[in-house]
């Protein structure tokens, strides 16, 4: 491979973790009360293909990575001081909902038209990257109709590593049941990817970074189209928090070992 | 038609203020760099260091590898490059007061130690990118950027050692005992100095590779003081001493440390020339700290405002779990859903601290701007004064005052004159007038942060502390309020303490260019109270026009023994109207924000969602400070105008404005009922009421009294303002739990 990959990363925002969500009924269906008024983060999921997709580039000459979102835009901004400040991309945002209760073939409709609208994108060398699903949903299946309307064959999900072979082929390893993964090999672009969490940890926060990816991303922001979702073929007869109690705790700092030990302890209990 | 009236429910405030709020308010909305810097900061604030913290790195005085880690934290991302521009490592170009004061925000949101470790290295590189010769600043510029990607170096740190041993340096900056003298001089060549300092409580010094140490003069071939930059491979001794056991700010470092060094003099900041074989430095000690502290003064004053927001949270979770969990307080009760918020006192007493940290953070941001913008004016009017041939400081001077005096007839000119006036234009395109306006009102804002940010915030953060009971003053607290409030008490003393700013006040507040912008905010503020009156403006204006016939009426008047009250020594009158301007100063800065979130918001569509409860809170934080701060003034300023009269007594002087019974019985004749006003009368057999002495007078204080009975109606509905915020704070929604360890 001596061009490089252009690498599609999609992903948008959902409400910080740490907030209350609470679902409330809206004239035009379920939404999460305050939700534009909280703070919010690039999707986890999304973000680990990001990183993913910054790393990979990093290791191929030529290569590119663009994330697309679609979102309210002056959200979409606000998470942008963050994460334009942690690897380089060209942001393709979308104005528009990235609400949970958006029904998900909408979104990839627009996903897709947006990603074949990249002008200079190289289908040849095109990877598709995303989460596995969302923070905010979880439904799983955004990707894949992305992938389908892209008519992009080969599509992983639960994506754990991607490593690039000498023949320019990959080897992915998706995840399966009881903490194992499935090895398969592809032989190359175009191909999709949803991620799960990959190997990589948060990149570190780089100004650097940040004040080159701002020259393209804030007039990008500037430029993006409004474009409002069609509800789709989805509606709701309600919507109610998870039953359980929500036990939160913010634990930055103890070891894994210990997380898991807690946790063990918690479920036994 | 008869009609029932139904009335509105003001909207209430729906979630605590987003970024995106913050930053229409404190006007960095359209500065993405200062938005990164904000995020990169805040992730070290709530990441590194909360984890030390909370880990008990603050439970020790060393300087130890856990605390020297932030120290590479701050490198990484990108906190240590902002005192730097892009052409030395940096990434904002630009004036960085803003940059600064938002950086020591998020640190001291969670840590004001961290935000203190970080700030030094800024002070210590201050005296150099104030003064220093372009070669000192690209060396040590250079040297204290951190190393770019690919480059294998440590950034070098420094400190700032200003403070000497008992009984040299304190807030006497004057009694300097540091030393230098001239260790040798070869014909034509550069002099070496020989230097003897000491320092206490300096900051950084556990591991500073630099110091800029203020000496002065030991030797007759070298003129008065001057500031020099020591580096820890000079010959001689580099002693660290031993750490200074702190009860505060932790995670810093700070010592008292011992130099004796041969430096070249190259190393004086600034440069020096050669007269007659005598080296004079181009600055003393005093100008350059004066340049230094009147911009690093405001972000200590930020920080104390951070900590006053950051209490927030933390107290509305305590006081509504409070009683989660107990068999009566089952889910739906008033004490399960609402726990200590069912009580007033409670709400209300946070109302107070919500209103303290809105006021100090406007007043600190806006300071920080008004730095922003003098910066490059004053590097144009030195250029045009340059270039009109003014070098001597006496000519300087002149020419500063000629434009002060244009200048004060520029802010002078009624509001009402169209934009395109010529007298108009002409000032406000000369760029002398525009830095001697800004100049003065730098002069005020920069002391007043330091001063009221601090002092006040302090007691406020008490306030906090107590808001959560017992849990307050332990370390298991979140947030960590018992230490901010404890912190809270250096923030008021290092870098001048309160004493400093005030007696600096009572100098810069008496310009009369800062009068004549002083009494065009007096309009400012009764137009705002016309729009809107329930930002208590109106309150503020009348407090404002108090404080002003107050100092005028000071400066003019003398005490019942015939001395003169307003002048340096009276510190009794001068630092109280110090502390008075210091109230509406932020008051009126808390104002002016709210109103930037209610103009600007709708345009910002992650605003514009619940502004108008946002806005409605904003404005009644607002009524609330400015009542308190009226209250504060006229407190003083009654104080002030009266205390200085003798109390009239029961002797002979005091009688002769007494009636006499006989006297009183006598004009009942011609006056009926005379007698039931309450006049001071003294009885036929020589007794008196009992009491302190006839009741005073107030000759000439007749319009202080109006003003005063003005203010008392003008709090009409403060209250009402404060039982609606009260109301809001019972139900707005927060996070699940806090965004850093406690
Ligand atoms: C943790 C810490 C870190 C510090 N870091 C540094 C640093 O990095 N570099 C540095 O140079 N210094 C540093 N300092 C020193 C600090 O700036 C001084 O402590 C401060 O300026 C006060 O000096 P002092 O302690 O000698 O107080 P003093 O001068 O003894 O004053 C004590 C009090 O006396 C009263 N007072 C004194 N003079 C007057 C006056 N003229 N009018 C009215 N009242 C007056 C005031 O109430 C004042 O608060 C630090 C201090 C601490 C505690």
Redesign the pocket.
């Known amino acids: 491979m001596t061009d490089g990959y252009h690498i599609v990363v999609c992903g948008s925002v959902v409400p910080d973790p740490l907030q209350t969500l609470e679902p409330i009924e809206t004239p035009t269906g379920p939404a999460l009360k305050n939700e534009m008024m909280l703070p919010a983060v690039l999707d986890p999921w999304a973000a680990h293909a990001l990183y993913e997709a910054a790393n990979l580039a990093s290791k191929v000459t030529g290569s590119k990575v663009w994330l697309v979102s679609v979102g309210p835009k002056a959200k979409l901004q606000q998470v942008m001081m963050t994460i334009a400040q942690r690897v380089s991309f060209e942001l393709v945002p979308v104005d528009s909902s990235a609400s949970g209760f958006a029904d998900a073939h909408s979104t990839a409709a627009l996903l897709a038209e947006t990603i074949q609208s990249i002008a200079g994108l190289d289908r040849s060398r095109l990877l598709v990257f995303g989460g596995w699903e969302s923070a905010s949903r979880g439904a799983g299946a955004t990707m894949q109709l992305v992938g389908e309307r892209l008519e992009i064959l080969d599509q992983f999900q639960g994506v754990d590593q991607l490593s690039v072979q000498a023949d320019g082929s990959f080897e992915v390893l998706e995840r399966i049941e009881a903490g194992r993964h499935q090895v398969s090999v592809c032989q190359g672009p175009p191909a999709l990817f949803g991620w799960a969490t990959g190997n990589l940890p948060e990149p570190r926060n780089n100004p650097q970074v940040g004040m080159a990816n701002m020259r393209t991303v804030m007039p990008a922001l500037q430029r993006a189209k409004s474009e409002p979702l069609p509800a789709g073929g989805l509606h709701f007869l309600s919507a109610t928090p998870p039953k359980q109690q929500r036990q939160t705790r913010v634990v930055k700092d103890l070891s894994p070992e210990q997380i898991a030990q807690e946790i063990a302890e918690w479920i036994g209990k | 038609m008869a009609s029932t009236a139904t009335p509105i429910k003001p909207e209430l405030l729906r979630t605590l203020p987003s970024d995106a709020a913050r930053q229409i308010q404190w006007r960095f909305a359209d500065r993405y760099d200062l938005q990164m810097l904000v995020q990169s900061a805040r992730s070290v604030a709530r990441g590194p260091v909360a984890r030390l913290v909370a880990n008990g790195g603050r439970n020790s005085h060393e300087w130890t590898p856990a605390k020297a880690e932030l120290l590479k934290a701050f490198d990484e991302s990108g906190i240590t490059a902002v005192f730097m521009d892009p052409e030395q490592g940096g990434f904002i170009a630009g004036p960085k007061n803003l940059a600064l004061a938002l950086v020591a925000f998020e640190l001291a949101w969670v840590d004001g130690g961290a935000a203190t470790a970080s700030l030094?290295g800024c002070?210590a590189l201050a005296p150099i990118h104030e003064r220093g010769t372009p070669e000192q600043h690209t060396k040590y510029m250079g040297l204290a950027a951190p190393p770019q990607a690919g480059e294998d170096r440590k950034p070098w740190r420094g400190?700032?050692?200003?403070?000497e041993p008992?009984p040299y340096v304190?807030?006497?900056t004057g009694m300097l005992n540091g030393k230098i003298r001239i260790a040798e001089w070869k014909e034509g060549e550069e002099p070496t100095l020989q230097v003897e300092k000491r320092?206490?409580?300096?900051?950084n010094i556990g591991f500073a590779n630099f110091v800029t140490a203020a000496v002065d003069s030991g030797d007759e071939r070298i003129k008065g003081s001057c500031m020099v930059i020591l580096e820890e491979g000079d010959p001689g001794t580099f002693d660290r001493g031993t750490p200074?056991r702190?009860l505060v700010?932790q995670l810093s470092s700070?010592g008292d440390p011992i130099f004796s060094l041969c430096i070249p003099a190259s190393r004086i900041v600034g440069g020096y020339d050669v007269k007659d074989g005598v080296i004079l430095p181009r600055y003393n000690h005093s100008e350059v700290i004066e340049a230094v502290f009147r911009r690093t003064r405001v972000t200590v004053g930020v920080m104390t405002a951070a900590k006053l927001l950051s209490a927030v949270e933390p107290v509305i979770r305590y006081q509504r779990g409070r009683f989660r969990g107990a068999e009566t307080a089952t889910p739906g009760s008033v004490r399960y859903e609402l726990g200590l918020q069912a009580r007033e006192d409670a709400l209300h007493r946070l109302v107070d601290v919500w209103a303290t940290g809105e006021a100090g953070a406007a007043l600190g941001f806006a300071a920080a701007r008004a730095f922003d913008e003098l910066d490059p004016l004053e590097r144009e009017a030195d250029k045009l004064l340059a270039a009109q041939g003014v070098t001597s400081a006496r000519a300087r001077a002149k020419l500063q005052r000629e434009a002060s005096e244009r200048a004060a007839d520029l802010v002078r000119l009624p509001a009402g004159l169209p934009a395109n006036d010529a007298k108009r234009a002409q000032l406000e395109s000369d760029p002398l007038l525009r830095f001697v306006l800004l100049d003065s009102l730098a002069d005020v804002l920069c002391p007043a942060t330091k001063l009221w940010n601090t002092g006040w915030g302090a007691q406020m953060m008490r306030e906090a502390v107590s808001l959560m009971g017992g849990y307050g003053i332990t370390e298991d607290c979140p947030g960590f309020l018992g230490n901010k409030w404890m912190d809270a008490q250096?923030e008021a003393?290092?870098?001048?303490?309160?004493?400093v700013q005030r007696?600096q006040l009572s100098i810069t507040m008496t310009n009369p260019l800062f009068r004549a912008q002083f009494q065009a905010w007096i309009r400012e503020m009764r137009g705002i109270a016309s729009e809107r009156p329930g930002t208590g403006a109106c309150a503020l204006a009348t407090a404002m026009g108090m404080w002003l016939w107050t100092l005028e009426r000071l400066q003019h008047s003398t005490d019942a023994d015939g001395g003169r009250l307003y002048q340096s020594a009276r510190?009794g009158v001068t630092f109280p109207l110090a502390d008075a301007l210091c109230w509406l100063l932020a008051a009126r800065c808390q104002i002016l924000d709210a109103i930037e979130l209610e103009q600007r918001g709708p345009s910002d569509p992650a605003v514009a969602e619940g502004l108008a409860g946002l806005a409605n809170f904003m404005t009644d934080l607002c009524h609330v400070q400015s009542a308190r701060a009226s209250g504060e003034v006229a407190r003083i300023c009654a104080e002030l105008v009266f205390g200085y009269n003798r109390h009239p007594a029961w002797d002979e002087a005091g009688y002769r404005g007494c009636y006499q019974q006989d006297e009183l019985d006598s004009l009942e004749g011609i006056i009926p009922g005379i007698g039931s006003y309450g006049l001071d009368v003294i009885g036929n057999d020589g007794s008196h009421p009992k009491k302190a002495g006839p009741c005073a007078k107030c000759h000439g204080a007749e319009q202080f009294l109006s003003l005063q009975t003005k203010l008392s109606t003008c709090l009409t509905g403060c209250r009402l303002s404060k039982d609606r915020a009260a109301e809001a704070i019972s139900k707005l929604m927060i996070p699940e739990a806090l965004d850093y360890p406690a």
């Open positions: 030094a002070l400190s700032f050692c200003l403070t008992i304190g807030v006497d320092g206490r409580f300096i900051t200074t702190k700010h700070t250096l003393t290092y870098e001048g303490p309160e004493a007696r510190q």
